[in-house]
């Protein structure tokens, strides 16, 4: 294999583990040492690095997940006067392991169940409330010795063998280090990953593309707090010792700064945070009280200002300047894609027959306090049918449009998708059934790529979870799933962009590659929120070929639409509404001359 | 022809452009409202006419030229522009819901307060005269107005900043065709008393009735200009903005 | 446990609960007009009781110099604008002012004998020198990102907390204070003495409270003040400045909280980082009351200081473990009542 043709993550592993394997063999032992607290420091880091850059959610709590898992180590490790039921557990690091983990996700899945459906301020703050809590319990219980601690923890032995002097420690922390790495990388290129990364969004369009919003949520959150407690677990074995003291909210506080100075963003940003931060807070240690006169803790001050700063400044972190500066990952040259090597495509969805009512829309209300949006709306879309709602701004469309996409439930009313009453339902349940959306404002994630953003349209036609995407046994089906992608936006005629950011490409493009998305999850209902707005009179001309091709293909199409030259000449019906009720359907032609549409569209002038 | 006489005009933008991140939603506008004019902005969805409002308010940060009453004003802020006497009615209406209708009026008047009592209270019940329907839901909480009186209240909370310069994003929204007709006799209005306005509105054949200089908007780029009456009966106007009455027409007339 | 202890008791939380009530409005306020959570108000706190405490010890003030760091920050920031903004290099009065204000005030505390200025006076001047760091610390720290996305907000004000606590080791050392109380007699009811302190408390707090509805209700800065929470981008285009209006709301915030630390100061000792503690459980208060409603904060924040008072009674090492996992249940509440997915700002 080419050098040139690695992932830019495979280029710095290749770098970087000969680096680490020959450091213990050089340096001086305080100075392994060091890089075992780095590696430690890294592991929770990494953590939040997957929450809060990536889940865009934020936990002052990593610290408290840390002194849990290191507690329950050092408690079993001790092993005197252990109770009954935990005796066959003492002794043994993988017991301290197994209760640490344990005990940890515990915790964050009670945190998690509690706070990840609510705005993102109560996540922080039921973080930094329970950090200080377990900190307060942590030197309160006699039996993990109090504020003093437990001290006269045994060497690590694994396997038969004892790991007690700091170099060989060291290769155990660093493995796991890069194994953390291997995995949050591996999860973020998978579906699951996608639904993570996603969040940052926007919650809705997730869910209407099928994604469970809060377990994507919740895994981002637990996988943090796995790092945590595996961090916790070989933080006790290499201090021999644990305190309350490094487990306050403060260390949980350092962390969060860890992560931010050396990028948020990027997964190798917490191994560059870790590495700068404690070298840092060495120095201002040892130059500070010089400066000031006096002792403490006084390097908390120019952390501060420097997260400030940062914050202001250059949000990225280092990672985020050096991959800006180097440029790489950012813009892959097209040859260096690995080519796709034909797979078998994803199972189809049994299309309707022609002519089968897809959607029934029958007296449907909706009423905001006393204002009534929609009055007693009726109408059907049959498969292989276009219909487009038309009416003047504020005649109601939008909140129609929420309903039959299930974000909105109508006041009175109902709405029957394949003969199934949909209202009510949740937008994510409706994914799965065969009903795809685009939005009105659109809703991509601008940093990823094309291909990427098309495939989130795809969630569900994937089943592979978190622990077959960390170890690669989901290849199969992400091939299939990044196929069926590349596939759709091949159709929809945005096969050269699939390695561009969504965000570079015109507002055009960005509702075409919209409406690809929507064709990955294989709908029998599309529903369009103004589809032609923003594109040039070529792709308007594109767009509606492909719209024609869909419905011969069987598809049900319902579009808001004001543009009218592209509405007529594409739609079976048009269905006209104006404040919140229907004042005409029918084709086209005798659409354009109805008395009542006209007056809707001529109205207040006279 | 030049459609401002001679005089400077009220408010000139040279090429005005706005983007959001890698997306260029306004490109090179240039647009004049003269003195005492009503000009209007039409276009489709999502052609960028909000955008143009908010790069001239402050609201959104924007490139190139900016003049008002003569004087350079670039690169403007919100607080510059009402300073300069410019008020803008966004299509939201950014009304104080959870507050009165007199709150919200006499906020409109912020920028002048401290000021005597008496010359806030006259500026309110000019309000009141202007818009009897507010004077009578005067302690009704804003959030529970109909759309029209909400319209009104927006309308009139500009007002109190006694502005030169108006700017309207789609006054028509949603209301009702007889409350229409009211909002754009109260516009008529406006200008008789001297305060120039730049209409923007989806409801092109209104817009083009009452005003007397258009612009029309696509993708980004102004692409069509002229007297409003001359707009309106140009066919690739009519075919493209005044929608399925449009056609009617052209089909009436062949 | 008799009736006597009960009372006794429950004055204490009483007590406390007015000061969390204090400090749930305070950080509702600033979290409705600038959407940040204040979590350096704590400081605001201990900042004031320890500067008290200083006074009256005769030792250096040293409030002041942070006070004057941070102008001098502030005018920094303003050339710095001037000058991205080709505009004239001339920092804005308002910077100089408080520059000016700064240097005064500190020169004040410095060569004043104030050990002898009796209780009023210095209460008095440390609430001038902690009230202009709520708006030196919103045109320092958060002026220059006050659009951006509010996890960024938070991670500031976390940031904030943690210089503030810096700076406050720095000038005040490590160890804990106590004031004088303001008047000795308590006032008897039947078998109850009640606390002169915890009247002094319980009075300024509801004067505090009555003043700040009446200049909500009543004025029109503190309407403009409201229109800004309820509609930013409205409140804008009547020429509310945002920045103005982050600026009071922070200077509220530091008297409300400045006040506060006063009115404890003779009760419970203060360190340097106490008023982390405190606000939090302002915060809890906050949490109750939903992020938005006033007065279910303030009868959350009065809940948790009856919490506090009586878990000190029963488990008194276990009290912040009780305080803090009150706000599960609370959560678990919010949760529930919580309808699907929504997409913030």
Known sequence: MRIASLSPHARIFLVLVPLLALLPLVLPTYQVTLANNIGIFALATLGIVLLTGIGGMTSFGQAAFVGISAYSTAYLAIGTDLPAQLGWLGGSPWGGLLLGMVLTLAVAALLGALTLRLSGHYLPLGTIAWGLSLFYLFGNLEFLGGHTGLSGMPALRLFGISLDRAESLYYLIWALVLLAV????????????????????????????????????????????????????????????????????????????????????????????????????????????????????????????????????????????????????????????????????????????????????????????????????????????????????????????????????????????????????????????????????????????????????????????????????????????????????????????????????????????????????????????????????????????????????????????????????????????????????????????????????????? | MSPHGHQAPLLEVRDLCVSYGKIQALTDASLRVGDGQIVTVIGPNGAGKTTLLSAIMGVLPSRGRIAFAGAEASSPTIKSMIGRGVSLVPESRALFGSMSVEDNLRLGGFRFHPRPRRAQDAALEEMYALFPRLKERRAQVAATLSGGERQMLALARALMTRPKLLMLDEPSLGLAPLIVREVFRIIADLRRQGVSILLIEQNARAALRVADYAYVLELGKIVMEGPAAELANDPRVVAAYLGIAGKHQEMLAT | MNLQIVMLLGQDGVTNGAIYALLAL????????????????????????????????????????????????????????????????????????????????????????????????????????????????????????????????????????????????????????????????????????????????????????????????????????????????????????????????????????????????????????SGFIISLKGFVGAIIGGMASYPVAALGALFIGQAESFSTFWASSYKEVIVFTLILPVLLWRSLSHKGAEDEE
Not at chain 1, 183 to 189: F, R, S, Y
Not at chain 1, 250 to 264: E, K, N, R, T
Not at chain 1, 577 to 606: C, D, H, K, R, S
Not at chain 3, 247 to 253: D, E, I, P, V
């Open chain 1, 182 to 606: 291997v995995v949050t990388l591996n999860l973020l290129d998978s579906r699951e990953g996608r639904a993570i990364r996603a969040l940052r969004g926007g919650q809705r369009m997730s869910e209407s593309m099928g994604v469970n919003t809060f377990r994507a949520k919740m895994v981002a959150f637990l996988v943090s707090a796995g790092f945590a407690a595996l961090a916790g677990w070989l933080y006790a074995y290499t201090q021999r010792f644990v305190s309350p003291a490094p487990f306050s909210l403060q260390a949980g506080i350092d962390f969060m700064f860890m992560a931010l100075i050396g990028g948020v963003g990027q997964v190798w940003g917490a191994l560059i945070g870790a590495t700068a931060v404690t070298f840092l807070k060495q120095w201002l240690q040892d130059w500070l009280p010089h400066i000031l006169g006096r002792t403490g803790n006084f390097e908390s001050i120019v952390f501060g200002l420097l997260i400030v700063v940062l914050m202001q400044r250059m949000p990225g972190g280092i990672a985020g300047w050096l991959a800006r500066h180097l440029g790489h990952a950012r813009k892959l040259a097209p040859s260096a894609q690995p080519a796709p090597t034909p797979v078998e495509p994803l199972p189809r969805r049994a299309l309707p027959a022609k002519g089968e009512a897809i959607l029934e829309v029958r007296g449907v209300t909706k009423r905001f306090g006393g204002l009534v949006a929609n009055n007693d709306i009726s109408f059907d879309v049959h498969a292989g049918e276009i219909l487009a709602v038309i009416g003047p701004n504020g005649a109601g469309k939008s909140t129609l449009f929420n309903q039959l996409s299930c974000v909105d439930r109508p006041t009175s009313g109902e709405i029957r998708f394949r003969g199934r009453r949909i209202d009510g339902r949740t937008a994510r349940e409706m994914a799965g059934a065969g009903l795809s959306r685009t939005f009105q404002h659109v809703k991509l994630l601008p940093t990823m790529s094309v291909l990427e953003n098309a495939a989130i349209g795809a969630h569900l036609r994937g089943g592979k979870g978190v622990a077959a995407a960390a170890l690669r046994l989901d290849r199969r089906e992400e091939a299939r799933l990044l196929d069926e992608a590349r596939r759709q936006l091949g159709r929809v005629g945005l096969g050269q962009h699939l390695h561009a950011e969504a965000g570079s490409l015109a507002l055009g493009q960005q509702r075409i590659l919209e409406i690809a998305r929507a064709l990955c999850a294989d709908p029998c209902l599309l529903l369009l929120d103004e589809p032609a707005a923003g594109l040039r009179h070529l792709e308007k001309q594109a767009l509606a070929e492909l719209l024609k091709r869909l419905r011969a293909e069987g598809m049900a199409i319902v579009l808001v639409e004001h543009d009218m030259d592209f509405v007529m000449g594409l739609v079976d019906r048009v269905f006209v509404m104006e404040f919140g009720e229907q004042i005409a359907e029918g084709v086209p032609e005798t659409i354009q001359t109805n008395p009542a549409v006209l007056e809707a569209y001529l109205g207040g002038v006279e």
């Open chain 3, 26 to 273: 305070s950080i509702l306020l600033v979290f409705t007009v600038t959407r940040i959570l204040l979590i350096p108000q704590g400081e605001f706190v201990s900042f004031a009781a320890l500067t008290m405490a200083a006074m009256q010890s005769g030792t250096p003030v040293r409030m002041g110099w942070l006070l004057v760091a941070l102008a001098l920050a502030a005018v920094a920031l303003d050339l710095y604008d001037a000058a991205r903004g080709k505009g004239r290099w001339r920092p804005r009065g308002a910077a100089l002012a408080m520059l000016a204000y700064a240097a005064a005030v500190t020169a004040l505390t410095g060569l004043v004998p104030l050990d002898k200025a009796g209780v009023a006076v210095q209460a008095l001047l440390t609430v001038a020198l902690v009230v202009p760091l709520g708006p030196l610390l919103y045109r320092v720290f958060y002026q220059p990102i006050a659009a951006a996305h509010s996890l960024v907000l938070l991670i500031v004000s976390i940031a904030v907390h943690v210089v503030l606590v810096g700076a406050g080791l720095l000038m005040f050392g490590p160890e804990g204070a106590r004031t004088e109380p303001f008047s000795e007699e308590g006032l008897s009811i039947g078998m109850v003495t009640l606390n002169s302190q915890t009247l002094w408390v319980v009075a300024v707090s509801l004067l505090l409270i009555v003043l700040l509805y009446a200049f909500f209700e009543r004025t029109l800065y503190g309407k403009a003040l409201r229109a800004a929470a309820v509609n930013r981008l409205g409140a804008e285009l009547v020429g509310i400045s945002p920045e103005i209006a982050g600026k009071a709301s922070f200077g509220l915030a530091a008297l409300i909280g400045g006040l506060s630390g006063i009115l404890i100061a003779p009760i419970t000792t203060i360190y340097f980082d």
